[in-house]
């Protein structure tokens, strides 16, 4: 049994982190803050620290309370927009937050650390799917202070040996297939869950945001990856910390349209979605696929919830068994 710490792991991503690496029984304690995580989403066998990692002090107590044989670190701000509208909140929090962290697991001897990264440091990439050698150059101050965590991450292995994996994904989408976790966002800004309240009636029409886009059905294509999946990629790419750090980019491999998942909510659900088109948003590129065949051939990763409908169906059941959230 091996002794993990998971910052967010209050979080849609960290959460579902937790709950695989309980039911592989090991150690969780999770340090949250739960500003946008969720103190239900935490599982019971899981210790929670309700801190800040701004809190320097709290978090050399945590980690001065050892041994920890890695740290995943998930807590972030993580809207693109409101990023643009406020870029030093989110590079203090982020990158600046980040830093301290892995400044602190040096400091207490811990070798072995995850970042959640983002498909977000590319901007709007040169060649589509994105694998690992486009070159970087985000198009928010969001993907710059996960960018600037990355290159923390390398300085810290080059000149204290600490090995790190990097792993940078698009949309996280699905739920827990047991139904012991979902997605709860205040404000919600994700697709599926957008499409998946409008077909229940629980929100008015969607916007879909232009419809003149150079793709099948002129709408813009995104790469959607099973939160479950997202949590097996996170738990092999520590694996191979063994030997070395590691920098993924994550994808599902194939794109799906906003019609795309506008025809899977209504064929999952049995509901027609209320929508209309719009005008293109600024900034939005057509298509955003990232590859994962480095991780794929290095190990051994493949995603068990590929298919859109199968994302959705999960989804939607943690919609209907609750339809206020956590608060629930």
């Known amino acids: 049994m091996a002794r993990y710490l998971v910052t967010g792991g209050a979080g849609y991503v960290g959460s579902h982190l937790v709950l695989a690496l309980l039911d592989a029984g090991h150690d969780v304690t999770v340090y949250d803050n739960l500003r946008q995580g969720h103190r239900a989403a935490v599982p019971a066998a899981a210790r929670l620290i309700e801190a800040d990692i701004g809190n320097t002090q709290r978090l050399d107590v945590v980690l001065a309370d050892g041994p920890w044989d890695a740290v995943f670190h998930f807590a972030a701000l993580s809207l693109v927009g409101e990023s643009m509208a406020k870029p030093f909140l989110y590079l203090m929090e982020n990158a600046a937050g980040g830093i301290r962290l892995i400044e602190a697991c040096i400091h207490h001897g811990i070798t072995r650390f995850v970042l959640s990264s983002t498909a977000a440091l590319f901007g709007t990439p040169k060649r589509i799917p994105i694998d690992e050698q486009e070159g970087v150059d985000p198009g928010s101050p969001y993907g710059e202070s996960k960018y ?63 419809q003149d886009y150079p793709t099948p059905d002129g709408t813009c ?16 790419a520590l694996a191979r910390l063994e030997e070395t750090s590691v920098t993924y980019n994550l994808g599902n491999g194939a794109g799906h349209s906003v019609m795309d998942v506008i025809g899977a909510v209504e064929r999952v ?60």
Do not use: Q
Not at 179 to 206: F, K, M, S, Y
Not at 229 to 236: E, F, G, K, P
Not at 296 to 325: C, Q
């Open 221 to 236: 294509i995104r790469d959607y990856i099973h939160v479950t999946d997202l949590a097996d990629a996170h738990i092999r």
């Open 148 to 210: 600037m965590i990355e290159r923390a991450l390398y300085w810290a292995g080059e000149i204290h040996g600490l090995r790190s994996a990097c792993l940078r994904y698009f949309n996280a989408a699905g739920a827990d297939p047991a139904g012991r976790a979902g997605e709860d966002h205040t404000p919600e800004t994700h697709l599926i869950p957008l499409v998946i309240d409008a077909a229940l009636g629980r929100r008015p029409e969607i916007a879909v945001f232009g």
């Open 269 to 328: 659900s049995g509901r027609k979605v209320p929508y209309r088109v719009t005008a293109r948003r600024p900034g939005d590129p057509a298509v955003l696929v990232a590859s994962s065949d480095r991780l794929r051939r290095e190990t051994g990763w493949s995603p068990a919830y590929a298919a859109l409908d199968d994302i959705v169906r999960t989804a939607l059941a943690w919609r209907e068994a609750h339809p206020g959230g956590y608060g629930d």
